[in-house]
């Protein structure tokens, strides 16, 4: 009887230890991806959509995907910083509440026309502690491409996004939480508030308060 050749059991064995590790990697991939995917599915349908479609009905198609993708209850708590514990739960709720709505309204303002871009997702996770790095580039139909990280933190068993990156360095949170503690160092909750209010009558052209 011929003895089975060791190099074809070596294979074998090293086969089977790194297969489930391999699809394990592969796996956490289009977990922490999928958000990210589904952002930009549901920012170039209202990049379709245009101006032609009235801003609130491009918010409408928006709101759902962002509340989805992104932790904003932990966004806005972070960007507050030491200071959210201190405010009332009933202020908490009316700037999350504002937060949710200048966050979707800033996405529906930037990503406003369509001329063929496309959204790519590099295969790569960039570990930050228990953070996960989605890079994604923004091709225009000529030119050079854009780039965005999304910093993707788990909630449970799903992933969604605690901070976007500019040019993959630009945190949009630190921008965002220079931003809001003058208003809060001026006049509290309620100046942050109303601020966010006419930012997003702002964006949306008087459509939204």
Same mark, same amino acid.
């Given at each position: 009887?011929?003895? !089975?050749?060791?190099?074809?059991?070596?294979?074998?064995?090293?086969?089977?230890? $790194?297969?489930?590790?391999?699809?394990?990697?592969?796996?956490?991939?289009?977990?922490?991806?999928?958000?990210?995917?589904?952002?930009?599915?549901?920012?170039?349908?209202?990049?379709?959509?245009?101006?032609?479609? !009235? $801003?609130?009905?491009?918010?409408?198609?928006?709101? !759902?995907?962002?509340?989805?993708?992104?932790? &904003? *209850?932990?966004?806005?708590?972070?960007?507050?910083?030491?200071?959210?514990?201190? &405010?009332?739960?009933?202020?908490?709720?009316?700037?999350?509440?504002? $937060?949710?709505? @200048?966050?979707?309204?800033? @996405?529906?303002?930037?990503?406003?026309? @369509?001329?063929?871009?496309?959204?790519?997702?590099? !295969?790569?996770?960039?570990?930050?502690?228990?953070?996960?790095?989605?890079?994604?580039?923004?091709? *225009?139909?000529?030119?050079? *491409?854009?780039?965005?990280? @999304?910093?993707?933190?788990?909630?449970?068993?799903?992933?969604?996004?605690?901070?976007?990156? &500019?040019?993959?360095?630009?945190?949009?949170?630190?921008?965002?939480?220079?931003?809001?503690?003058?208003?809060?160092?001026?006049?509290?909750?309620?100046?942050?508030?109303?601020?966010?209010?006419?930012?997003?009558?702002?964006?949306?052209?008087?459509?939204?308060?």
């Amino acid at each position: 009887m011929m003895l !089975p050749d060791r190099r074809l059991l070596l294979s074998a064995a090293l086969a089977a230890l $790194f297969a489930p590790a391999a699809a394990s990697a592969a796996a956490d991939f289009a977990a922490v991806s999928a958000p990210v995917a589904a952002l930009d599915e549901g920012l170039i349908a209202v990049m379709k959509a245009g101006d032609a479609t !009235p $801003f609130a009905r491009r918010f409408a198609m928006l709101e !759902p995907v962002v509340m989805k993708v992104f932790d &904003l *209850p932990r966004i806005v708590a972070i960007t507050v910083g030491f200071g959210w514990d201190q &405010l009332k739960p009933a202020e908490q709720q009316d700037l999350l509440a504002v $937060f949710r709505r @200048y966050t979707v309204a800033s @996405y529906v303002a930037n990503f406003n026309s @369509y001329d063929g871009q496309q959204f790519r997702i590099l !295969p790569d996770l960039r570990a930050v502690g228990t953070r996960q790095v989605v890079t994604t580039h923004i091709i *225009p139909r000529s030119g050079k *491409p854009n780039r965005i990280d @999304y910093v993707m933190l788990q909630n449970g068993t799903a992933w969604q996004a605690v901070d976007v990156l &500019l040019d993959g360095t630009i945190s949009q949170v630190a921008v965002q939480r220079s931003d809001f503690n003058s208003f809060l160092a001026s006049g509290g909750a309620a100046a942050l508030v109303a601020a966010l209010r006419k930012k997003v009558a702002t964006l949306s052209g008087g459509a939204l308060s």
